[in-house]
DNA sequence: GTATATGCAAAACTTTTGCATCCTT
DNA sequence: AAGGATGCAAAAGTTTTGCATATAC
């Protein structure tokens, strides 16, 4: 299974070391799919790792570089990272449990495309967050 | 014309004190409208006032609270501050020269409160970021 | 063996907080 | 006069960087 990871690593350009491969396990095998560095960091302690939250950092940047890894700016100023497979989607998020919702409207999608081409613009990317309250917590509060 | 914001501010329930009543000139006046309470200091202390940073961050915050000003964060985890003026909009950012377009679209508001119904969300905010090379870029690059 | 990656510690940034003083009402 | 607001400095939180050591190829 590890060497899987070193396939993936090496064509991304990547030496496969002990944190990158651990960090990308972390990644693809966590329940929450939304990790901040820190998360990544405390759960390789846990999980008895030797590393540095430096190192994690460094990691992910190389990650998203690679487009292994998205990165996210949420309401906080709090970033999270989330493995990029291939599929673009957007983000609901609940403001009371946190929780995440991705989805992808082909309909938002095209029409974001015609409001970039009437100001002029080329989209090399975008990002949607609605932030609300989700069922769960609506029958709740 | 002090006096305008005086009545501004009293009626957003806050005294009108010196540093709020700059503050909000500075954001109603400037050409940019999208300003990191960074930049707000900088203008200020420019412009010979004496204020605090840590005081350009309280009063911001109140504004936000009071709903004068939303606070938007960007790629890079940086905030930005902008008067708020009722209408709702989203932002199309050049990621080449860092102009920003505002714009607002009611089919792409519609289209966002459906998906989010379909997930059972009630939307309380949402921001839609849309990164690409505005026209005059293209044009150089 | 060589170059790259790592861990640790220290630094850089942004934002928040504590506290004595000042200003608005 | 009284309470809230301010400036300064220090603290807190996140992310980056320097450097000697360890690791992958």
Redesign the pocket.
């Given at each position: 299974m590890i060497s899987e990871k070193?396939q993936d690593l090496?064509k991304a350009g990547?030496?496969?070391?002990?944190?990158?491969i651990r960090i990308l396990q972390l990644l693809e095998t966590n329940k929450q799919r939304h990790l901040?560095?820190?998360d990544i960091y405390k759960a390789l302690i846990d999980a008895g790792?030797?590393?540095?939250?430096?190192?994690v950092?460094?990691?992910l940047?190389q990650f998203e570089a690679a487009g292994l890894v998205t990165r996210h700016y949420f309401e906080g100023?709090?970033?999270v990272f989330e493995l990029d497979e291939g599929s673009h989607h957007d983000h609901l998020v609940c403001t009371n449990c946190g929780k995440i919702v991705e989805f992808c409207d082909d309909e938002l999608e095209l029409r974001q495309q015609q409001v970039a081409k009437k100001h002029g613009f080329t989209i090399a990317d975008h990002c949607l967050y609605i932030y609300g309250i989700c069922r769960d917590c609506q029958n709740k509060l």
């Amino acid at each position: 299974m590890i060497s899987e990871k070193n396939q993936d690593l090496k064509k991304a350009g990547l030496k496969a070391t002990l944190p990158r491969i651990r960090i990308l396990q972390l990644l693809e095998t966590n329940k929450q799919r939304h990790l901040t560095a820190e998360d990544i960091y405390k759960a390789l302690i846990d999980a008895g790792e030797n590393v540095g939250l430096a190192t994690v950092y460094r990691v992910l940047t190389q990650f998203e570089a690679a487009g292994l890894v998205t990165r996210h700016y949420f309401e906080g100023g709090l970033s999270v990272f989330e493995l990029d497979e291939g599929s673009h989607h957007d983000h609901l998020v609940c403001t009371n449990c946190g929780k995440i919702v991705e989805f992808c409207d082909d309909e938002l999608e095209l029409r974001q495309q015609q409001v970039a081409k009437k100001h002029g613009f080329t989209i090399a990317d975008h990002c949607l967050y609605i932030y609300g309250i989700c069922r769960d917590c609506q029958n709740k509060l």
